[in-house]
């Protein structure tokens, strides 16, 4: 049914099909853990240099863990809390160049260096986030913020 691809090595590009492969993958599935997973493991496959890829889904007022591929994870994260927690009380991006200069971090895998959590905003509601962390500091920049936005923008058509 789905097998990896191999990238042009163009970014843009290669963003590009991981965009058109991520609509293919969730286009009318309606089940959110189905369409979370499929999510992580599509991300994971397409990104380097990432030891973490996931969800974590808001529930009374804590993101819990949700679909994710890497290794065992924080289970709880308060809001506002760490990078994901304050993605959500900013409900904004979180591009965060080395984790040990961000105030409060929540070290799950010490090996994590650097890391991007997208807020997913459904139906005008925190949903909860997309979570990425890299063991390298400053693995992500620009252009993986704005493709990796536009990625969560699909997996969230797929939860209303």
């Given at each position: ?7 042009s090595g163009n ?96 070290a799950c895998d ?26 390298s500091i400053n ?22």
């Amino acid at each position: 049914m789905f097998k990896a691809s191999n990238y042009s090595g163009n970014r843009v590009k290669d963003y590009e099909l991981l965009l058109q492969q991520t609509k293919a993958l969730l286009d009318g599935e309606p089940d959110h853990i189905a369409n979370l997973s499929n999510a992580s493991a599509l991300l994971n496959q397409f990104l380097e240099d990432v030891n973490w890829v996931g969800f974590y889904i808001y529930k009374e007022n804590e993101l819990v863990l949700g679909p994710f591929q890497g290794l065992p994870a924080c289970i709880r994260i308060p809001n506002g809390k760490g990078v994901c927690g304050t993605a959500i009380e900013k409900k904004e991006t979180q591009l965060v160049a080395d984790v040990n200069t961000f105030p409060g971090h929540i070290a799950c895998d010490s090996a994590s260096q650097s890391e991007i959590v997208v807020p997913l905003i459904v139906n005008g509601n925190i949903y909860g986030v997309l979570d990425i962390d890299s063991p390298s500091i400053n693995r992500f920049d620009e252009t993986d913020k704005e493709y990796i936005e536009k990625f969560a923008g699909i997996v969230q058509l797929s939860l209303n």
